[in-house]
């Protein structure tokens, strides 16, 4: 039945229930491998009126983000793979709710879960890391913001979600290992944390506001360190990362990444 409905649509549509950065940023190589199979299809992802049409009322449920619903339009933005947006849908669309798990292997990326529900075969779901892709005016602010620098560095980031413990003692004794100046962001005063022994360093918000422009700086990076969030996520196709992993957490929800070193 589900091959017929893949065989009788001519968009695939990419529907997230969960909208932080990171929600978004682990399936956006979902477009990319779709076309692969199915050229003739097109891929569309929600517009952000639809989202905050159907998830407004629960919106608080991304309070670290000032606008959870722009997260789909920051990751995809410039993607090659992604043919536009759709403000409406009749009947039944497929979600992120629909996924066929790897019995052999709970711990996998969502986006294969997701490969395998559209008839992929295991020798097809491959490179799935999470990806963006960044425009030539990006690229050249980018580069600017990197010149200016004049030093090789390492990206930090300490999110509102991140509990201080001995993990952090691991992470410290790795990051000792890499004696760079640091863009760093953090939720409180980094001064008050147990990173405060780095001298050198910068608040990448201060080099600039702009998120995809501070994406294509971490992406540059020599290491990537910090909270498992999103934005440390979708490094990893990128640069090597090391991250604490949140307390008490599985990874069953599909946010797993082989590739990232988890503390």
């Not at 992120?96 to 295991?122: A, C, M, S, V």
Request: charged share 25%; aromatic share 14%.
């Amino acid at each position: 039945m589900l091959k017929d409905y893949i065989e009788n649509i001519n968009e695939i549509p990419l529907y997230r229930s969960c909208h932080a950065f990171g929600d978004w940023a682990m399936v956006s190589a979902f477009p990319r491998l779709i076309k692969q199979k199915y050229s003739d299809k097109l891929v569309v992802i929600p517009s952000q009126s639809l989202i905050e049409k159907m998830f407004g009322v629960i919106k608080s449920n991304w309070g670290q983000w000032s606008d959870p619903f722009k997260n789909a339009q920051i990751v995809f933005k410039n993607n090659p793979y992604v043919d536009g947006e759709f403000d409406s849908f009749e009947g039944e669309v497929l979600s992120d709710h629909y996924q066929i798990y790897n019995p052999k292997n709970l711990y996998e990326p969502l986006t294969n879960r997701l490969l395998r529900l559209y008839h992929f075969n295991e020798d097809e779901i491959k490179d799935t890391l999470p990806e963006l892709y960044f425009s030539q005016e990006e690229i050249e602010e980018g580069d600017k913001i990197i010149n200016n620098l004049s030093a090789s560095y390492c990206s930090l980031i300490l999110t509102e979600k991140h509990k201080f413990s001995d993990k952090d003692k691991k992470l410290i004794d790795i990051i000792k290992q890499y004696d760079y100046l640091y863009l760093y962001w953090s939720a409180v005063s980094i001064e008050n944390t147990p990173y405060n022994f780095i001298k050198n360093k910068i608040n990448i918000t201060t080099l600039t506001k702009d998120l995809r422009i501070q994406l294509y700086i971490r992406s540059k990076a020599q290491v990537n360190f910090g909270t498992q969030t999103g934005v440390n996520d979708v490094m990893t196709r990128y640069t090597p990362v090391y991250v604490i992993a949140h307390d008490n957490y599985n990874f069953t929800a599909g946010d797993y990444l082989k590739e990232q070193n988890y503390i």
